[in-house]
């Protein structure tokens, strides 16, 4: 099984399907834009309301409460503006902010007239919609265009920002089911080459007539599976644990072989050590395979844990297998292969397989960031 790579070639905010599932905090971008409102027409509350303090004004009060009450207009038309474009949520991002771009200075104009015959009625001018003081009015038609225009600029902003970052956390996502896909492949492919190991072992048993020791054997390999199927493939153990399936298996290989013998070295301090769930299964398959299977007797399966520079490095080595070699060119054998594609993928660089052939049996070393459960 193969499965591809997910390229990140970063979010494709001009695609609507893209938007159809939102990853990211809807609420959180409604508060940002709220906020983003509240803070722009409250600053030019304060301001306006300060200058006419400062000013001649001689009724600040009316004057301020006219200024409240335009500045909630305003709001009101900033949500307007709001509503216009989640009616457009379904559009290209491009075609929404064309629209805001359009309808901001329209609706500037809007506001700007009602704010200066306002102020104009306040004055004692009667409201008969006549302008007269044009450049007061130029004035407010130019603060509040921009005024807009900024309100806009920002309010895409955080849009962007937010479907940029909606779109990268999908990609995570994808990445990681990709990733954990390819982590159960790889665990799969283990399982038919471990089980025919296994019934070729009690086979042997039964052919040789150890029928005895083949109900054993299967009784030992039924426990075996009962327990490791309900793995997650991609979860880790502790390192005892890891340890107890194997000895299961290699008392099933002890009853084939009865002169082989059987090391588990494990430090109490690394009892709890997390490794990937039953990475060292083709690696003891391998020993007893291309090691012990191949000896004259008495052979050794050892097994031992040890830490280094804050790395957990665990050992596999068969000894008296005077005729021993690696499997298929110095250790590149699917169970080997199989384990470095689910070290690679669980640890990235941080990890390490090495294969050594030495006089009296083989030797598989891995190591890898040391965590505990």
Request: aromatic letters at 10%; hydrophobic letters at 45%; proline letters at 5%.
């Amino acid at each position: 099984m193969n499965v591809m790579p997910i390229l990140d070639v970063g979010p494709n905010l001009d695609d609507p399907s893209s938007r159809g599932g939102r990853t990211y905090d809807q609420r959180a971008e409604n508060r940002a834009k709220i906020w983003l409102t509240l803070a722009m027409w409250g600053s030019t509350f304060v301001a306006f309301t300060l200058l006419s303090l400062l000013g001649s004004d001689r009724a600040p009060g009316p004057a301020a409460a006219m200024r409240a009450a335009v500045m909630l207009l305003g709001i009101g038309f900033c949500y307007a503006l709001h509503r216009l474009l989640q009616s457009m949520r379904s559009r290209r991002f491009s075609t929404r902010a064309a629209t805001l771009i359009i309808a901001a200075p329209v609706v500037a104009e809007i506001f700007a007239w009602i704010n200066y015959f306002g102020f104009a009625w306040l004055s004692g001018a009667p409201l008969a919609f006549v302008v007269e003081d044009w450049n007061a009015a130029i004035r407010q038609l130019l603060l509040y265009t921009w005024f807009f225009i900024a309100w806009s600029g920002l309010y895409l902003a955080i849009e962007y920002s937010f479907l940029a970052r909606g779109e990268q956390q999908r990609a995570a996502e994808l990445q990681i089911h990709a990733h954990r896909a390819k982590l159960r492949a790889l665990s799969n492919q283990l399982n038919p080459h471990f089980l025919f190991n296994s019934l070729n072992s009690i086979s042997a048993l039964v052919l040789e007539g150890k029928r005895e020791d083949g109900d054993k054997a299967l009784g030992l390999l039924s426990s075996y599976f009962r327990q490791t199927l309900s793995l997650d493939p991609i979860a880790d153990l502790p390192l005892w644990r890891e340890l107890d399936f194997h000895r299961t298996y290699l008392a099933v290989e002890q009853l084939r072989y009865p002169d082989m013998q059987v090391q588990i070295d494990l430090p109490d301090s690394l009892r709890d050590a997390a490794v990937p769930a039953l990475i060292l299964q083709p690696i003891i398959e391998n020993a007893i395979k291309h090691g012990v299977a191949r000896s004259k007797p008495p052979t050794v399966v050892r097994v031992v844990a040890g830490a280094d520079a804050g790395r957990l490095v665990l050992r596999v080595e068969n000894k008296g297998a005077t005729e021993a070699r690696a499997p298929r060119g110095e250790g590149h054998g699917i169970g080997l292969d199989n384990i470095r594609g689910r070290l690679r993928e669980r640890f990235g660089s941080e990890q390490e397989l090495a294969t050594i052939t030495k006089e009296d049996g083989f030797e598989v070393k891995l190591s890898f960031p040391l965590t505990f459960l």
